[in-house]
């Protein structure tokens, strides 16, 4: 037995029923039973068990759409076309029709339901159970200022429905379609076909590295790679343009500008794709496999598939980690410059010794880094002088923490916008951007705090 406030604090008093003495207890249980009957009403529209939800079928507005569970969280769309649906919105669907969203109960409705749109009714979603049971939400017309009238199935009692319910209902068949463009696991990729405006690329995966078998061998980047695989597994699908097409020609899918084939390591066909870019509209057509669908995928999915083999292969000059880099030497213009790590701090040793700025040399390190060439100008050339690489003009040696050496790098002569340069280790000549040399330091002062 609950009575009255306590004048002061937060609390009510009570007591159990049958006795004398008096309880204090916190002023929200006051207040939770001092509510409306609605309060402790149910407000689901429907009641059901969505785990054991077999079927689902809408008819609202112009839609017919028939949806059909296959795996425990595996949706197809089986009418009014076969394609496999949105496992997250049909579970926002499931959801909305069992949380709250009834707004008003009209238990006494009105003799003319045909005023309210539920005689007939305007839509009806219907959901099949397990033991082929059935349950139906009845809609009806849109009530001002919001909100939708509905009833279930063999009831009298009028449901007015909150404004996000109507809000949340499918209004096309595409609104419930899953938007993943390809299906297959990054790791069962073992073979890739590249053909886009910058060439044709034939990678393959030998152990965990990826190498470049056409149009010649070589060491791919192992970064960009992966970077394409895992662009093709989160594409979606902007916008499916049709489902049969006739032709290929208005959408240039007769002759695409990029075709990309993936295998599995037993060399079995996972996927294939053709793209092209849309003339008239923001995006690019794309088709999959040997269907007859087209569909439309944001521009930048084709701007990130085009590769080409420079573009895919492993193109840095000096392969490292910053945080291995104990120790790194620099060479210009007679210029000694000599930095060492001491207790994750970079100080100058030569030409003289002060603290370094983190961020300079931090800046330094990941230009070396992401140094990558441009062409081959030179195989194994006999005669360096052609390059300024008999007398380099500078040079940068790194060294590990424990003092294995990562590389060095010799850097030539400048012509135009090039600069040739060659790793200590390896004897081809190459040409990086000339803008490289300005990245390093002339004058130690710039590192120092």
Same mark, same amino acid.
């Given at each position: 037995?609950?009575?009255?406030?306590?004048?002061?604090?937060?609390?009510?008093?009570?007591?159990?029923?049958?006795?004398?003495?008096?309880?204090?207890?916190?002023?929200?249980?006051?207040?939770? !039973?001092?509510? #409306?009957?609605? =309060?402790?009403?149910?407000?689901?529209?429907?009641?059901? +068990?969505?785990?054991?939800?077999?079927?689902?079928?809408?008819?609202?507005?112009?839609?017919?759409?028939?949806?059909?569970?296959?795996?425990?969280?595996?949706?197809?769309? /089986?009418?009014?076309?076969?394609?496999?649906?949105?496992?997250?919105?049909?579970?926002?669907?499931?959801?909305?029709?069992?949380? +709250?969203?009834?707004?008003?109960?009209?238990?006494?409705?009105?003799?003319?339901?045909?005023? *309210?749109?539920?005689?007939?009714? &305007?839509?009806? /979603?219907?959901?099949?159970?397990?033991?082929?049971?059935?349950?139906?939400?009845?809609?009806?017309?849109?009530?001002?200022?919001?909100?939708?009238?509905? &009833? &279930?199935?063999?009831?009298?009692?009028?449901?007015?429905?909150?404004?996000?319910?109507?809000?949340? !209902?499918?209004?096309?068949?595409?609104?419930?379609?899953?938007?993943?463009?390809?299906? @297959?696991?990054? %790791?069962?990729?073992?073979?890739?076909?590249?053909?886009?405006?910058?060439? &044709?690329? *034939?990678?393959?995966?030998?152990?965990?590295?990826?190498?470049?078998?056409?149009?010649?061998?070589?060491?791919?980047?192992?970064?960009?790679?992966?970077?394409?695989?895992? +662009?093709?597994?989160?594409?979606?699908?902007?916008?499916?343009?049709?489902?049969?097409?006739?032709?290929?020609?208005?959408?240039?899918?007769?002759?695409?500008?990029?075709? /990309?084939?993936?295998?599995?390591?037993?060399?079995?066909?996972?996927?294939?794709?053709?793209?092209?870019?849309?003339?008239?509209? #923001? %995006?690019?057509?794309?088709?999959?496999?040997?269907?007859?669908?087209?569909?439309?995928?944001?521009?930048?999915? @084709?701007?990130?598939?085009?590769?080409?083999?420079?573009?895919?292969?492993?193109?840095?000059?000096?392969?490292?980690?910053?945080?291995?880099?104990?120790?790194?030497?620099?060479?210009?213009?007679?210029?000694? /410059?000599?930095?060492?790590?001491?207790?994750?701090?970079?100080?100058?040793?030569?030409?003289?010794?002060?603290?370094?700025?983190? =961020?300079?040399?931090?800046?330094?390190?990941?230009?070396?880094?992401?140094?990558?060439?441009?062409?081959?100008? %030179?195989?194994?050339?006999?005669?360096?002088?052609?390059?300024?690489?008999?007398?380099?003009?500078?040079?940068?040696?790194?060294?590990?923490?424990?003092?294995?050496?990562?590389?060095?790098?010799?850097?030539?002569?400048?012509?135009? +916008? *090039?600069?040739?340069?060659?790793?200590?280790?390896?004897?081809?000549?190459?040409?990086?951007?000339?803008?490289?040399?300005?990245?390093?330091?002339?004058?130690?002062?710039?590192?120092? #705090?």
């Amino acid at each position: 037995e609950v009575g009255s406030a306590v004048p002061t604090g937060f609390s009510a008093y009570a007591r159990r029923s049958g006795e004398k003495k008096i309880l204090l207890v916190p002023a929200t249980v006051k207040t939770s !039973l001092e509510r #409306e009957p609605f =309060a402790f009403r149910s407000k689901a529209p429907l009641f059901l +068990d969505r785990e054991g939800v077999k079927t689902v079928t809408v008819s609202w507005n112009s839609l017919r759409l028939r949806l059909e569970r296959r795996e425990k969280n595996e949706w197809w769309i /089986i009418q009014p076309l076969e394609a496999k649906a949105d496992p997250t919105k049909v579970s926002d669907l499931l959801r909305a029709v069992t949380q +709250d969203q009834v707004t008003t109960f009209l238990d006494k409705p009105p003799a003319n339901l045909g005023s *309210l749109g539920l005689d007939p009714p &305007r839509g009806e /979603i219907t959901f099949t159970l397990e033991g082929e049971a059935e349950t139906t939400l009845l809609l009806g017309t849109r009530k001002k200022p919001g909100g939708l009238y509905a &009833r &279930r199935r063999g009831e009298q009692q009028i449901l007015e429905l909150k404004e996000n319910f109507v809000k949340g !209902l499918p209004q096309q068949v595409a609104d419930l379609r899953d938007r993943t463009l390809l299906n @297959f696991e990054h %790791g069962q990729v073992a073979r890739v076909e590249l053909e886009s405006p910058r060439g &044709r690329t *034939l990678l393959k995966k030998e152990g965990d590295t990826w190498r470049i078998k056409e149009p010649e061998e070589a060491l791919a980047d192992q970064r960009v790679v992966e970077d394409l695989l895992w +662009d093709l597994v989160r594409a979606r699908v902007k916008e499916f343009v049709t489902d049969n097409a006739k032709t290929w020609k208005p959408y240039g899918l007769d002759a695409p500008a990029m075709t /990309i084939r993936l295998w599995d390591k037993e060399e079995k066909p996972l996927t294939s794709l053709a793209l092209n870019r849309a003339d008239k509209r #923001e %995006g690019a057509y794309v088709r999959v496999g040997s269907g007859q669908a087209v569909a439309l995928v944001e521009a930048r999915l @084709f701007e990130q598939l085009t590769q080409g083999p420079l573009d895919l292969r492993l193109r840095q000059l000096l392969s490292f980690e910053i945080w291995d880099v104990g120790k790194m030497e620099l060479s210009r213009d007679g210029q000694e /410059i000599l930095l060492e790590k001491q207790k994750e701090r970079w100080q100058l040793k030569k030409p003289r010794e002060g603290t370094t700025k983190y =961020a300079a040399v931090a800046d330094l390190l990941n230009d070396i880094k992401n140094l990558k060439w441009e062409k081959v100008v %030179g195989r194994e050339p006999t005669d360096l002088s052609r390059y300024g690489l008999e007398k380099p003009a500078a040079t940068v040696t790194l060294t590990k923490t424990d003092g294995k050496p990562l590389g060095t790098l010799l850097l030539g002569k400048t012509e135009g +916008d *090039l600069l040739y340069v060659k790793t200590q280790d390896h004897p081809d000549i190459y040409a990086v951007p000339s803008t490289f040399l300005k990245s390093l330091p002339a004058d130690p002062s710039t590192l120092l #705090e």
